[in-house]
């Protein structure tokens, strides 16, 4: 299967300021990254708060511009589309933010939110065309009946039934890539399998490749079963593989860690109890990581080698770790 999308050795490195007359400080929230999704693959992104998953996500939507390395689409670098197969590319990678009043615009009804880019990207050849369209979108994120829907304003919302009208806005324009930014965190417990059987289905249907940006290890795990998992720390990847297998049998040390913390009753996460704690709590600034490997000021296994050298990711039973343990 090809791969849709990519990011080729990716650094984003923001600048901070602390105060008007401070010193200017530079961190990296993505650090030499390199992940390709393949057409109808999910792909979970795992972390901390604050570990660069949602600035990876920005890249390969091409919402910001990488420092350094290459965003591909199709094989092509995104920062070089002009025209044409800019709009493509605009068309087909698409986002479905944690917080969907951030996406819909409360001043128009949610009729005039769906038919333009249905219009725009053709479609829809007529407004009739487009007004029944966007019914068939509702009906497929459970909004019966449309009509109900059309003449409302985001006001007359519920949170669930606004981000199920985010999920029917991005995925009107039929992309090929989809960003979920913790889509079903703001939502109550009861309302996220179902928004996630939603998305799954609707993956399934239009063979949409996925980047599922999550905190949840448990999350991650129901919506990328068939798909793969990476674990994300201080902008690097440092685990990635078959989610049963990275969840069931970690190999990263701060994979151990985080699913060590998972508070879910899960006879399977409570057998691996056994795993390690960190030896601090602290998280280090991004501002001046540690030297060597990042982990190594909380991993439980950090030795000397750790704090001299980066680890790379390499290949370890059939997956990716980057830790001087391999
Ligand atoms: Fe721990 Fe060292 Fe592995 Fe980093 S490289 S995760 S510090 S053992």
């Known amino acids: 299967m090809s791969v849709t ?36 693959e999910i792909v979970a ?39 044409r197969e800019y709009e493509e590319f605009r068309r087909n990678a698409q986002l479905i933010p944690q917080d969907p009043y951030s996406a819909l615009n409360p001043m128009k009804n949610i009729l005039s939110q769906l038919t333009p880019p249905l219009l725009k990207y053709k479609i829809a050849r007529n407004r009739k065309e487009a007004v029944k369209r966007a019914a068939e979108l509702l009906e497929l994120v459970g909004l019966v009946p449309p009509e109900d829907f059309f003449k409302r304003f985001t006001c ?69 079963r068939e798909g793969r998992t990476a674990i994300m720390y201080l902008g690097n990847i440092v685990e990635i593989g ?43 600034s991004l501002i001046n990581p540690p030297p060597g490997c990042k982990f190594n000021t909380r991993c439980p296994y950090a030795e000397k080698i750790c704090e001299e050298k980066v680890p790379e990711l390499r290949e370890v039973k059939g997956r990716l770790v980057a830790c001087h343990l391999y």
């Not at 105060?19 to 109808?40: C, M, P, Q, T, W």
């Not at 998953?53 to 670098?77: A, N, Q, V, W």
């Not at 309302?191 to 996630?196: G, W």
């Open 45 to 83: 992104l795992v972390g901390e708060s604050g570990c660069g998953k949602s600035t990876l996500g920005r890249l390969l939507l091409g919402l910001i511009k990488p420092t350094e390395g290459k965003i591909l689409y199709m094989g092509k670098d995104i920062w070089s589309l002009k025209g």
């Open 5 to 40: 999308i990519e990011a080729r050795e990716v650094t984003k490195i923001f600048p901070v300021a602390k105060g008007i007359f401070s010193k200017k400080h530079y961190i990296r929230a993505v650090d030499r990254v390199s992940l390709g999704i393949r057409e109808n």
């Open 242 to 284: 078959e989610t049963e297998n990275v969840i069931q049998k970690p190999l990263h040390p701060y994979t151990q860690v985080l699913i060590q913390a998972v508070p879910v009753p899960d006879p399977d996460l409570a057998a691996k109890r056994g795993l390690p704690k960190l030896r601090s709590l602290e998280i280090p």
């Open 156 to 224: 007359r919302l519920s949170g669930g039934q606004l981000q199920r009208i985010s999920i029917a806005r991005a995925i009107s324009v039929q992309p090929k890539f989809i960003v979920a930014d913790e889509a079903v965190s703001m939502l109550d417990a009861s309302l996220r399998i179902e928004i996630l059987d939603i998305l799954l289905n609707l993956q399934r249907k239009f063979k949409t490749a996925y980047l599922f940006i999550t905190h949840d290890l448990a999350i991650a795990r129901y919506f990328a």
